[in-house]
């Protein structure tokens, strides 16, 4: 089997030259499971951090995260790649692109401004065109009235009702998400604040503080672990979804927004909040047609589902392992071929937590946390009987058996030596 690596080049202190090719395993052999080998560069490009492929032609699309470009390259040979058009500007750090289903566009999203980007592509596969989508606004930002009912449009859309909107700003939970206080009640916060008054300074202290729920509210959640960046709008990940729209992450502002694609232009079309710092960075569409989202810094896995009048809701999520460490951060999220197992990604402690999907694909359960193998884990998926992971950091790439029976990576099947891997992408066959 062949995959394409993306990669950081020197301009993002990487040891790449562009697009890599690997193989896995031994011709006309059903398991991939065999030796790699890393081939070399199969087409020159600065950082060309993620791929994806047409869907039926033979071109790939690569994000040039330095030069905030998406370029497309049209396959020439074997393992070799010739660039198509000219790279077509998206956005500060684009990091990851996603192709329609059709093969008529592709959607951008940038890392470094936030920015979602919607590009329009030709018969030949060539990009142009780009159309960016209306900015993301922060949900936490200024105080939240915890005891407030949602609406369509409102930041807290996937919740419903007075509890929910506790929960979008952090005073309430659901299970798997942490604990938080639950919301006090208005009127007797409203009671404290005039009884303080009436007081004075002399006797305020002895009236009850139930105002303080004020503070709560305008701090709006748990505390957000030590080493996460200010909240600006990080946009992070795309997913089509079967009904035509399309789901992004925004990693800063802990949001998955949901987009109208048009013929010429891209249109919001209601967003999910998660819990605040918890940063949703890659999705990976389950078959029951349930959204799963790791996020980066809480390690979490959540999943959403849409209800009957088509929106999408947050039904809950839980840690993708109780055993990760402060300063781990989720990296990749990816599914088993039945769709049984999910595996996180986390570097840091670099490992790889697998999930078993449960009921209907609404439930997870954490199972097992295994070494990757690797120094910082970027990127992983399933091939045939193994998983396998690029290592950023130690410049490889490695195979992992994969239990058939518990689903969980195992040991180190094979490795080989790849430049500053960041993306696996397999070939067209």
Same mark, same amino acid.
């Given at each position: 089997?062949?995959?394409?690596?993306?990669?950081?080049?020197?301009?993002?202190?990487?040891?790449?030259?562009?697009?890599?090719?690997?193989?896995? +395993?031994?011709?006309?052999?059903?398991?991939?499971? +065999?030796?790699?080998?890393?081939?070399?560069?199969?087409? *020159?490009?600065?950082? $060309?951090?993620?791929?994806?492929?047409? /869907?039926?032609? &033979?071109?790939?699309?690569?994000?040039?995260?330095?030069?905030?470009?998406?370029?497309?390259?049209?396959?020439?040979?074997?393992?070799?790649?010739?660039?198509?058009?000219?790279?077509?500007?998206?956005?500060?750090?684009?990091?990851?692109?996603?192709?329609?289903?059709?093969?008529? =566009?592709?959607?951008?999203?940038?890392?470094?401004?936030?920015?979602?980007?919607? %590009?329009?592509?030709?018969?030949?596969? !060539? $990009?142009?065109?780009?159309?960016?989508? *209306?900015?993301?606004?922060?949900?936490?930002?200024?105080?939240?009235?915890?005891?407030?009912?949602?609406?369509?449009?409102?930041?807290?859309?996937?919740?419903?009702? =007075?509890?929910?909107?506790?929960?979008?700003?952090?005073?309430?939970?659901?299970?798997? %998400?942490?604990?938080?206080?639950?919301?006090?009640?208005?009127?007797? *916060?409203?009671?404290?604040?005039?009884?303080?008054?009436?007081?004075?300074?002399?006797?305020?202290?002895?009236?009850?503080?139930?105002?303080?729920?004020? #503070?709560?509210?305008?701090?709006?959640?748990?505390?957000?672990?030590?080493?996460? /960046?200010?909240?600006?709008?990080?946009?992070?990940?795309?997913?089509?979804?079967?009904?035509?729209?399309?789901?992004?992450? &925004?990693?800063?502002?802990?949001?998955?927004?949901?987009?109208? @694609?048009?013929? !010429?232009?891209?249109?919001?079309?209601?967003?999910?909040?998660?819990?605040?710092?918890?940063?949703?960075?890659?999705?990976?569409?389950? /078959?029951?047609?349930?959204?799963?989202?790791?996020?980066?810094?809480?390690?979490?896995?959540? =999943?959403?589902? !849409? +209800?009957?009048?088509?929106?999408?809701?947050?039904?809950? +999520?839980?840690?993708?392992?109780?055993?990760? %460490?402060?300063?781990?951060?989720?990296?990749?999220? *990816?599914?088993?071929?039945?769709?049984?197992?999910?595996?996180?990604? @986390?570097?840091?402690?670099?490992?790889?937590? !697998?999930?078993?999907?449960?009921?209907?694909?609404?439930?997870?359960?954490?199972?097992?946390?295994? #070494?990757?193998?690797?120094?910082?884990?970027?990127?992983?998926?399933?091939?045939?009987?193994?998983?396998?992971?690029?290592?950023?950091?130690?410049?490889?790439?490695?195979?992992?058996?994969?239990?058939?029976?518990?689903?969980?990576?195992?040991?180190?099947?094979?490795?080989?030596?790849?430049?500053?891997?960041?993306? @696996?992408?397999?070939?067209?066959?």
């Amino acid at each position: 089997m062949r995959f394409w690596l993306g990669s950081y080049t020197s301009d993002s202190g990487g040891r790449a030259t562009g697009i890599g090719a690997l193989r896995a +395993g031994e011709p006309d052999v059903a398991s991939a499971g +065999g030796p790699l080998s890393f081939v070399g560069t199969a087409a *020159a490009a600065a950082s $060309p951090s993620w791929l994806a492929q047409h /869907p039926t032609l &033979d071109v790939v699309y690569a994000t040039l995260e330095h030069r905030g470009q998406v370029a497309a390259f049209r396959r020439t040979g074997l393992d070799s790649f010739a660039p198509l058009g000219t790279p077509v500007d998206a956005g500060e750090a684009v990091c990851h692109a996603a192709v329609a289903p059709d093969g008529h =566009t592709l959607v951008a999203s940038c890392w470094g401004d936030g920015r979602v980007v919607r %590009m329009s592509l030709d018969a030949a596969g !060539t $990009p142009s065109t780009p159309v960016i989508a *209306a900015a993301a606004a922060d949900p936490f930002a200024g105080p939240v009235d915890p005891f407030a009912t949602t609406g369509d449009g409102a930041s807290g859309e996937s919740f419903a009702g =007075t509890e929910g909107a506790a929960m979008a700003a952090g005073l309430f939970t659901v299970p798997g %998400m942490g604990v938080g206080p639950s919301a006090l009640d208005a009127e007797l *916060a409203a009671a404290s604040r005039a009884l303080r008054a009436a007081a004075g300074d002399e006797y305020a202290h002895l009236v009850p503080e139930y105002d303080l729920a004020e #503070d709560a509210v305008a701090e709006a959640a748990p505390p957000v672990a030590e080493g996460v /960046p200010e909240r600006v709008s990080r946009a992070h990940a795309a997913v089509h979804l079967p009904d035509g729209r399309v789901a992004t992450t &925004d990693l800063g502002f802990d949001l998955v927004r949901f987009w109208r @694609i048009g013929s !010429t232009g891209i249109r919001a079309d209601g967003e999910v909040v998660l819990p605040r710092g918890s940063g949703p960075r890659h999705m990976v569409l389950h /078959p029951s047609g349930h959204l799963h989202v790791l996020a980066e810094y809480s390690r979490e896995v959540f =999943t959403l589902a !849409t +209800g009957p009048d088509g929106r999408w809701r947050l039904l809950g +999520g839980v840690a993708a392992s109780a055993l990760t %460490m402060d300063g781990d951060t989720g990296a990749e999220l *990816a599914r088993s071929h039945d769709g049984q197992f999910l595996y996180a990604g @986390i570097r840091g402690s670099d490992t790889i937590a !697998t999930l078993r999907v449960r009921g209907e694909g609404d439930r997870l359960e954490a199972v097992a946390l295994v #070494d990757a193998g690797v120094t910082w884990p970027r990127h992983h998926l399933v091939s045939r009987d193994i998983l396998l992971v690029a290592g950023e950091r130690s410049d490889d790439v490695v195979s992992l058996t994969l239990d058939i029976r518990t689903g969980v990576p195992g040991r180190v099947r094979s490795r080989t030596e790849a430049p500053s891997p960041t993306r @696996i992408l397999p070939a067209r066959r």
